[in-house]
């Protein structure tokens, strides 16, 4: 078995030394909508009807196909190109976009830059900013990711404030002693009509990932990069990104370059503009009606 692994490896290595290599990995993510759909049950406004038919278009929007095309040094990952939906085309870009998704995601691992281009509420962002410094460590468990012996890494790593991937449901369940807190804001809590108040953004996520040695780019889906080998899997608790298909060398070859339309930020600036866009929306859907009727525009995005 070593000496097929071995084999292999330098069969790749092989092609990675090509004038001009480019690889190809097909990832399928899947994000959970339990918490959201926690959320929404909290609304007394919300039927059944509404919730089922917003948890099977969130559940569409949350199970997504991505592509990566990389070379020794970049990749893009862009979502797989399918026609949209009747009434997807506006509101569906921007929930994409804050879901994780939307325009072509430029990454550099020899200049540590990544730069991704984003739609939000009609206007164009090209965030440009360095890549995360991920301190992973490696652990000794291995498995099998099609044919490909893959490795486990983990990491703490910073939530971006801008993927509403990210949201959890908040517990409001009071420990002991706080009861009597509780019930003094209890006529206030009964006022509220807006989901998004039972929401939290953690600060950090605990970050699962299975590189493979034998394909030593330094590469993977979406932001993630640093290891020594090119990353099949990625786990955050809430979404699973895995590798379904790998092509190596192929013939037709795919430009590997950073978008270069829309107003320049960094990504700390392009976070800030999204939660004051949200922060409108709330104030807006709070009152009588308001919060389902931001339940029902989320549905026919």
Not at 69 to 78: E, L, M, P, Q, R
Not at 90 to 109: D, E, I, L, P, V
Not at 157 to 185: H, I, L, M, Q, Y
């Amino acid at each position: 078995m070593k000496k097929i692994i071995i084999a292999s490896i330098f069969m790749i290595s092989g092609l990675l030394n090509a004038q001009n290599f480019q690889g190809m990995a097909v990832y399928e993510s899947k994000t959970s909508t339990a918490d959201f759909m926690k959320g929404m049950s909290t609304n007394r406004e919300m039927t059944p009807e509404m919730q089922k038919q917003i948890e099977e278009r969130m559940k569409k929007m949350f199970e997504r196909t991505f592509i990566l095309n990389f070379d020794k040094t970049a990749s893009i990952y862009k979502e797989e190109e399918k026609l949209d939906a009747p009434g997807q085309q506006g509101g569906g870009r921007m929930m994409m976009s804050m879901m994780g998704g939307g325009g072509t995601h430029y990454k550099n691992a020899k200049d540590k830059q990544y730069v991704v281009d984003k739609e939000f509420f009609g206007k164009e962002f090209l965030i440009r900013d360095s890549l995360p410094k991920y301190e992973w460590k490696l652990e000794g468990e291995s498995k099998k990711i099609g044919n490909y012996t893959c490795f486990k890494a983990t990491a703490v790593v910073k939530v971006s404030e801008s993927d509403f991937r990210n949201f959890r449901f908040r517990n409001n369940n009071p420990k002991e002693g706080e009861k009597k807190a509780e019930t003094v804001k209890d006529t206030a809590k009964a006022k509220k009509t807006n989901f998004t108040d039972d929401w939290e953004m953690p600060k950090e996520n605990v970050i699962t990932a299975w590189y493979c040695p034998e394909i030593p780019v330094n590469q993977g889906p979406e932001n993630y990069w640093g290891l020594p080998g090119l990353i099949l899997e990625v786990n955050d608790g809430k979404t699973v990104i895995l590798c379904s298909k790998l092509v190596l060398n192929s013939k037709e070859k795919v430009e590997i370059k950073p978008a270069s339309k829309g107003k320049e930020v960094t990504q700390k600036e392009y976070d800030e503009i999204v939660k004051k866009k949200m922060e409108e929306m709330r104030e807006m859907n709070s009152g009588p009606g308001g919060g389902s009727r931001m339940q029902f525009r989320m549905g026919r995005i």
